[in-house]
């Protein structure tokens, strides 16, 4: 496991985050992989933290997490609430251009697991793949170890598993993007792992469906305001809406308010 010296953790509901900004990360990154260090990076929302009240395996993954930040402002806000304030948000769905960027300086590879599957009326490309390239367009000095959209339940079947697993170690890169949706992603994370211990890992979400253009990420001004929640949740309300409005937004209230009685 990376250790982060430089910066200290501070605790948000039983979960550590690091106090890093975006910049800082990338230059976390760039450093372990040109030391030869692998890691890991995990981003939880509001989401993901009430998760892991009362799931365990989810407890894991966060413990495991080599980095730890914050993609939600509403973690920010309950942060500087409690007195012991986070820099800003760090979402995965900015890390994977940042960390590309950075990366490119450096000449380094990376590999785009996840997206959408090629569409056979139109013969568009999968989502990965086409990731892949606004990514290497975006990022001089890019490399593409590769990429793939695997199907819908792969992880489900051992031999279609190991075949995207072969495929990834195949390729040796220095970073992963595994856009596969929480919490698929993390297990997923976790296996590779094992078999690329000197790669960076990131379970980016919708991250990589926004690089492909398949998906709108929110304006900026509701970024920053903390309701890009409101944004995917009017694009997909039928899968969002029971989580937002009966469980997380319950949650982040609850959080905000504990926040300010502890300080």
Not at 79 to 107: F, H, M, Q
Not at 166 to 185: E, H, I, S, T
Not at 228 to 254: C, I, N, S, V
Request: hydrophobic residues 45%; neutral net charge.
């Amino acid at each position: 496991m990376v250790t982060i010296d430089a910066f200290s953790r501070i605790e948000l509901d039983g979960t550590g985050f690091d106090r890093v900004t975006e910049d800082e990360v990338v230059a976390i990154v760039r450093r372990a992989i040109e030391r030869g260090d692998g890691g890991r990076i995990i981003t939880p929302n509001v989401d993901i933290l009430r998760q892991a009240r009362h799931d365990e395996q989810v407890r894991a993954y966060l413990a495991e997490a080599d980095l730890v930040v914050a993609d939600g402002m509403p973690l920010v806000w309950a942060s500087k609430l409690s007195g012991t304030p986070l820099p800003e948000r760090v979402a995965g769905s900015s890390l994977i251009w940042s960390l590309s960027e950075g990366l490119g300086r450096d000449g380094r590879s990376v590999f785009v697991l996840g997206g959408n599957l090629p569409d056979p009326v139109t013969g568009e490309l999968d989502g990965a793949t086409r990731a892949a390239g606004r990514l290497a367009a975006a990022s001089p000095g890019l490399r593409i170890a590769g990429c793939l959209s695997p199907e819908h339940g792969f992880e489900r079947d051992p031999a279609t598993f190991a075949a995207v697993c072969a495929k990834v170690v195949k390729a040796r890169p220095d970073m992963v993007y595994v856009g596969l949706g929480f919490p698929k992603q993390e297990w997923v994370v976790t296996r590779l792992r094992e078999l690329l211990p000197r790669s960076w890992f990131i379970g980016c979400g919708a991250a990589v469906n926004f690089v492909a253009g398949d998906c709108d990420r929110a304006p900026a001004w509701m970024q920053r305001s903390g309701l890009e929640w409101a944004h995917r949740l009017g694009t997909e309300p039928g899968r969002l809406a029971k989580r937002y409005l009966r469980h997380d937004a319950p949650y982040a209230l609850r959080l905000l308010a504990q926040a300010t009685a502890r300080r």
